[in-house]
């Protein structure tokens, strides 16, 4: 269907790239030289990644900051600082990236999945207290897209029933849940800077927090189990070798510098282009808006699609067209964790057999996926995207 539908409608919609990723220019090669010439390539020595965790740390609001490789570990990481082992359940929602529950399983806790808000596509907290028992520790809230979830409900149950809270910000540098940027507003924040990222390395991760104890903790446990003022060889606690070379805090120094500008582009195009989806292109429905996010990193615009309004065509159908369009990379997204084979081998007999999560499972159907280096563009490239959308459904209907 989508190349006969091209070849209806003669040349693609679009015939150029959307914007490349990553960015970079000159600032970022002249970082990487001076790293390069100073023979200070490991932190230990070095003074880039130290001071980005304090640069990245401050315009999160956090005081503290630890780099570690990737943003899995930075989840890792946080969660056995805060002491979560063997024995433990961290509630956190389906529909993530699968180092959510895998970093969870991976410090011998088992997570509990709650399902999503249909409008938001993060976990919804009038199911939390339902699935909270005495073996609970932690909730791990998503903010998806770089949506902040609903952080003064999960902070306020997660007060109630003493549990920590640790923010999966993997996708939410800069976002803001009223007024305050996500990562410190719970215990901890872990992010991500893998390639795919609004800011990247290519690689790396960080951990923030406000609690001095617990950001030592990690320290320690990320360099391999030392502490600040002891000997090379005095290991006080296990640990690993999680720190992140120069090269990257370079990289990511020159990133943030950039970022508040690429967030005001992002969001002036994702204002635009949903504003005329919604007006335009019944059947694609943008997320639900919430005046209390106050910024948002916009990593990615998920849409509902509804077959319907397109002829019937599944979903799949439509993503081939659109990418027979020209309009590329669109996506089809997650798959619900708890439908996963990986995390239900890796649960074994923990798993909850049938468990049913309706929201998750629903988005894991109907949504569609537009990534973040296609919002740095213009208004022309978001009319593209309309363009192509509008042209499916007409040869569809």
């Given at each position: 269907?989508?190349?006969?539908?091209?070849?209806?409608?003669?040349?693609?919609?679009?015939?150029?790239?959307?914007?490349?990723?990553?960015?970079?220019?000159?600032?970022?090669?002249?970082?990487?030289?001076?790293?390069?010439?100073?023979?200070?390539?490991?932190?230990?020595?070095?003074t880039?990644?130290?001071?980005?965790?304090?640069?990245?740390?401050?315009?999160?609001?956090?005081?503290?900051?630890?780099?570690?490789?990737?943003?899995?570990?930075?989840?890792?990481?946080?969660?056995?600082?805060?002491?979560?082992?063997?024995?433990?359940?961290?509630?956190?929602?389906?529909?993530?990236?699968?180092?959510?529950?895998?970093?969870?399983?991976?410090?011998?806790?088992?997570?509990?999945?709650?399902?999503?808000?249909?409008?938001?596509?993060?976990?919804?907290?009038?199911?939390?207290?339902d699935?909270?028992?005495?073996?609970?520790?932690?909730?791990v809230?998503?903010?998806l897209?770089?949506?902040?979830?609903?952080?003064?409900?999960?902070?306020?149950?997660?007060?109630?029933?003493?549990l920590?809270?640790?923010?999966?910000?993997?996708?939410?540098?800069?976002?803001?849940?009223?007024?305050?940027?996500?990562?410190?507003?719970?215990?901890?924040?872990?992010?991500?800077?893998?390639?795919s990222?609004?800011?990247?390395?290519?690689?790396?991760?960080?951990?923030?927090?406000?609690?001095?104890?617990?950001?030592?903790?990690?320290?320690?446990?990320?360099?391999?189990?030392r502490?600040?003022?002891g000997?090379?060889?005095?290991?006080?606690?296990?640990?690993?070798?999680?720190?992140?070379?120069?090269?990257?805090?370079?990289?990511?120094?020159?990133?943030?510098?950039?970022?508040?500008?690429h967030?005001?582009?992002?969001?002036?195009?994702?204002?635009?282009?949903?504003?005329?989806?919604?007006?335009?292109?019944?059947?694609?429905?943008?997320?639900?808006?919430?005046?209390?996010i106050?910024?948002?990193?916009?990593?990615?615009?998920?849409?509902?699609?509804?077959?319907?309004?397109?002829?019937?065509?599944?979903?799949?159908?439509?993503?081939?067209?659109?990418?027979?369009?020209?309009?590329?990379p669109?996506?089809?997204?997650?798959?619900?964790?708890?439908?996963?084979?990986?995390?239900?081998?890796?649960?074994?007999?923990?798993?909850?057999?049938?468990?049913?999560?309706?929201?998750?499972e629903?988005?894991?159907?109907?949504?569609?996926?537009?990534?973040q280096?296609?919002?740095?563009?213009?208004?022309?490239?978001?009319?593209?995207?309309?363009?192509?959308?509008?042209?499916?459904?007409?040869?569809?209907r």
């Open positions: 269907m989508a190349d006969r539908l091209a070849i209806d409608g003669g040349k693609p919609i679009r015939q150029q790239p959307f914007h490349p990723w990553p960015v970079f220019d000159q600032s970022e090669e002249k970082a990487l030289l001076e790293v390069l010439h100073s023979g200070n390539w490991g932190m230990l020595n070095g880039r990644v130290t001071e980005f965790e304090a640069q990245f740390a401050n315009f999160q609001g956090a005081k503290f900051g630890i780099c570690v490789p990737n943003g899995t570990l930075a989840l890792q990481l946080a969660l056995i600082a805060l002491g979560i082992g063997p024995g433990d359940e961290v509630i956190t929602t389906p529909y993530t990236f699968i180092a959510t529950a895998s970093s969870i399983i991976q410090t011998g806790a088992c997570p509990v999945f709650v399902d999503i808000e249909p409008g938001s596509h993060n976990i919804d907290p009038d199911l939390i207290e699935a909270i028992t005495p073996r609970t520790r932690a909730i809230p998503v903010h897209s770089g949506r902040p979830a609903n952080m003064d409900a999960i902070l306020a149950i997660a007060q109630k029933h003493s920590f809270v640790l923010e999966d910000a993997c996708q939410a540098w800069g976002s803001e849940w009223r007024g305050k940027r996500v990562g410190a507003l719970g215990n901890a924040g872990a992010f991500s800077f893998q390639a990222k609004n800011i990247t390395a290519g690689e790396g991760g960080i951990v923030i927090t406000n609690d001095e104890d617990l950001a030592e903790r990690c320290w320690s446990i990320h360099n391999v189990g502490i600040r003022d000997a090379w060889y005095q290991h006080e606690v296990l640990g690993w070798n999680l720190r992140l070379p120069e090269w990257e805090g370079a990289i990511l120094q020159v990133q943030l510098a950039r970022l508040p500008v967030m005001q582009q992002r969001e002036e195009n994702v204002s635009y282009l949903t504003r005329r989806i919604q007006a335009e292109i019944p059947g694609l429905i943008p997320p639900a808006e919430d005046l209390r106050t910024a948002h990193s916009h990593h990615l615009l998920i849409l509902k699609y509804q077959p319907a309004a397109f002829g019937g065509h599944r979903r799949d159908d439509f993503v081939h067209a659109m990418e027979a369009e020209g309009i590329t669109i996506s089809t997204g997650y798959i619900p964790l708890h439908q996963s084979p990986a995390i239900q081998r890796a649960l074994g007999n923990k798993f909850i057999t049938g468990q049913s999560l309706p929201a998750a629903q988005a894991g159907r109907e949504s569609l996926w537009l990534n280096n296609i919002f740095l563009g213009t208004h022309e490239d978001m009319d593209s995207i309309l363009e192509a959308a509008q042209k499916i459904q007409k040869a569809w």
